[in-house]
């Protein structure tokens, strides 16, 4: 059963085993809707860092099974970048391992006095001293904490999770990272290191035949689609040039642009050339394996992966696989979120053009400069000079720069945008600002706005119905580029669990998630004024998609906000009205 929750507080050191309800489970399902479920009912935090901010570890009824992609976990806390829901994915092998060492879910509160990490097995969890750990980056203290727990699997911060940066990561693998909105902060408030999970249990499935007979047929058909070949080849990477050529929205200049000159030098082929690629895959994937190890100049890494080199790369004008591969080493090393620091840095790049900042700031940080941003990345990290005010997002930064700056500050809610530029893609601005935070892992719509095949006039309903599918996969959890519907992974679902859902019933429990964090978000901060987008987006002309040539009306946008606001029973501001919490077996707020 994948009920087993183990509670820590790290306050007084104790620790209680525990289980989930049935009555959750099956409302919620695992991973991301659990992890909700339990935030909304532990967490009586006035700010992130308050040590009664749960931080939540979960897995999926799927995770450390034989079917492909099911290697992925998550964190579920209260984010320390826009102070609401945060649900933050990993793959690699975190997630299996933590289950093999007997537990599904782990909540963390509480916080110690001095450096810890916990030592998490079937008997529970050890309090390990952590003081000669505190002040080392994520590569150091995971190979330490690997050699003495041998066979054991570490989520571990690095020094920007140790400094409070808002948009610190929490590492795995090295190379693997729980990354956005904050959680590494959330971990270093608590003076949490690392949270290390050691153990051989069996990982148990209601029909574990029959979910070994659906795993089995799903990889001999994953093998033959026609999206896995070029996935295996070029990983993420393959949308640099899609998103330039095709999609004229690759995130270009701090978003003034959806096109970059020098791309030829920052694709997914110079990438292969110039990185000597290899693929590598996940926990239980052994057909996509869409990662690559990079190897050069004596370094070696996964990576880059699209969202880094488009936001590290084009949207600060790098022109080199080899400076985007150190940029992105540096961040894995120091622990943070590839997206918000490559958007920080080219807001300050912008605001430097502006002259906005100090002055040998001003004349140091420029577009183009890779000197630059391999500099920034450690001032953000040990929140030095202008690296003090970047380490606290763009929402926050805007406002001590002030000068107009908010108009460039590329952040809906306090979240810095990821996945393209809506002026090339309006659609995706459309669900970036109704999410639950403004990631392209909430619905990913580009492509079908890309190829044609979106409407103004349906987009409201294909975004709600997305994100309630991609809620439900991500209780799973598999991964975003599993190429099979809710018919099918349902079937998945119901081998491992013996609940019989339906493919109606698992849209209904991601609606149900998407009210429940709606609710909690307005509980803690976030208003109606935050669904909106940056005012760029609003004043400058679309260069490609449904706004091609014009400019993204503001009254159009709220219509189609409030158009989702209505499909999903919320009034005008937002706020799951009583038939809907009702409905959908929710608690009042």
């Known amino acids: 059963m994948f009920n087993r929750l183990l509670r820590v507080d790290l306050s007084d050191q104790e620790f209680k085993k525990d289980r989930v309800e049935e009555e959750i489970l099956r409302k919620f399902i695992g991973g991301k809707g659990v992890g909700l479920r339990l935030l909304v009912e532990e967490d009586t935090s006035n700010d992130p860092y308050d040590p009664s901010n749960p931080l939540i570890f979960v897995t999926g009824p799927l995770t450390g ?54 030592l998490v097995t079937p008997k529970g969890t050890e309090f390990g001293d952590a003081g000669d750990l505190w002040g080392l980056d994520v590569f150091e203290t995971e190979k330490i904490l690997r050699k003495r727990h041998g066979g054991s699997r570490v989520a571990c911060i690095g020094q920007a999770g140790e400094n409070l940066v808002r948009f610190a990561a929490v590492g795995t693998e090295l190379f693997r990272h729980y990354g956005r909105g904050g959680a590494g902060a959330v971990m270093g408030s608590k003076r949490l290191k690392a949270v290390v999970v050691e153990g051989d249990e069996a990982i148990g499935f209601h029909d574990s035949d029959g979910l070994r007979e659906q795993a089995v047929g799903l990889t001999r058909d994953l093998k033959g689609h026609p999206d896995v070949e070029r996935r295996h080849e070029l990983g993420t990477m393959m949308w640099i040039r899609m998103g330039q050529e095709t999609g004229r929205f690759l995130p270009t200049r ?106 040998e700031d001003n004349r140091r940080i420029r577009f183009g400069s890779a000197e630059a941003v391999h500099s920034l990345i450690r001032e953000i990290a040990f929140k030095e000079g202008i690296g003090d005010t970047l380490a606290e997002g763009t929402r926050i930064a805007s406002r001590r720069i002030g000068g107009g700056s908010d108009y460039f500050a590329i952040q809906t809610a306090g979240m810095e945008l990821s996945g393209v530029n809506p002026l090339g893609s309006y659609s995706m601005g459309l669900a970036l600002a109704t999410g639950d935070f403004a990631s392209h892992t909430r619905l990913w719509t580009a492509t079908a706005e890309m190829n ?48 019989e859902y339906t493919p109606d019933e698992i849209m209904e429990a991601g609606a149900r998630m998407q009210s429940l964090s709606r609710m909690y978000n307005l509980r803690k901060g976030r208003t109606h004024e935050d669904d909106t987008l940056p005012l760029r987006f609003f004043e400058e002309e679309s260069f490609a998609g449904l706004m091609e040539g014009k400019k993204i009306p503001r009254d159009l946008f709220e219509k189609q906000v409030q158009e989702v606001f209505s499909l999903r029973g919320w009034d005008e501001e937002g706020m799951p009205r009583p038939q809907t919490i009702n409905e959908l077996g929710l608690e009042p707020p």
């Not at 690699?92 to 450096?115: N, T």
């Not at 990079?294 to 080199?309: H, I, L, Q, V």
């Not at 080199?320 to 620091?341: F, M, P, Q, V």
């Open 452 to 499: 044609g095949e979106l409407s103004l006039e349906e987009l409201p309903r294909v975004i709600v119905e997305g994100q309630n599918e991609i809620n439900a996969r991500n209780c799973f959890i598999v991964c975003d580029f599993l190429p099979y519907g809710l018919d099918r992974l349902v079937l998945l679902l119901n081998a491992a669990t013996g609940f």
């Open 65 to 118: 099974s034989t079917v492909q992609t099911s290697g992925r976990s998550a964190i579920v806390t209260r984010s320390a970048l826009t102070k609401t829901f945060l649900d933050s994915h990993a793959g690699g092998h975190f997630g299996p391992a933590m289950r093999r060492a007997g537990w599904d879910y782990l909540l963390i509160k509480g916080a110690s006095q001095e450096p810890v990490y916990l």
């Open 254 to 359: 701090n978003f003034q642009k959806g096109s970059f000159e020098q791309y030829e030098g920052i694709t997914a082929e110079a990438m292969k050339r110039e990185l000597n690629w290899t693929s590598k895959g996940c926990y239980g994937c052994g057909v996509i394996m869409c990662s690559k190890v990079s190897r050069w100049d004596g370094r070696e890494m996964e990576g880059p992966e699209y969202e880094t080199t488009a936001f590290l790369g084009s949207g600060c004008e790098l022109k080199d696989a080899r400076e985007i591969a150190e940029a992105n080493w540096l961040c894995d090393k120091y622990g943070l979120d590839t997206i918000s620091t490559g958007v920080s840095i080219s807001f300050a790049m912008e605001a430097a053009e502006k002259g906005l900042l100090g002055l």
